[in-house]
Nanobody
Framework: VQLQASGGGSAQAGGSLSLSCAAS????????MGWYRQAPGKQRETVAM???????NYADSVKGRFTISRDNAKNTVYLQLNSLRTEDTAVYYC????????????????WGQGTLVTVSS
């Protein structure tokens, strides 16, 4: 299973960016998908998660500014970043809990490669 993240880049404070992450490979089903970020010198933190049914949860720091969504038919998760702040600067990683075998009820977490978001004042 591979997760390919795209999007990101640079924006000014108050601006917007969008991220997407597509899962491919031997996929039976995907449960939760999510976005994490890691700023320089800081630990990785959860940004937003979305269930297979489309229910999203957000870190307090991004509530009302970021929106997570997914397309189950495309095995893709999206993150819309609005009202960006300089403190949103980080490498953003996507994740997916993937079941790869019909013989086993087992989901493993896979990670994307990370995409850099830089917000300037």
């Amino acid at each position: 299973v591979q997760l390919q993240a795209s999007g990101g880049g640079s924006a000014q404070a108050g601006g917007s960016l969008s991220l997407s992450c597509a899962a491919s490979g031997s996929i039976v089903s995907i449960n939760d998908m999510g976005w994490y970020r890691q700023a320089p010198g800081k630990q990785r933190e959860t940004v937003a998660m979305i269930s297979s049914g489309g229910s999203g949860n957000y870190a307090d720091s991004v509530k009302g500014r970021f929106t997570i969504s997914r397309d189950n038919a495309k095995n893709t998760v999206y993150l819309q970043l609005n009202s960006l702040r300089t403190e949103d600067t980080a490498v953003y990683y996507c994740s997916a809990d993937v079941r790869t075998s019909r013989a086993r009820l087992l989901w493993l977490k896979y990670w994307g490669q990370g995409t850099l978001v830089t917000v300037s004042s």
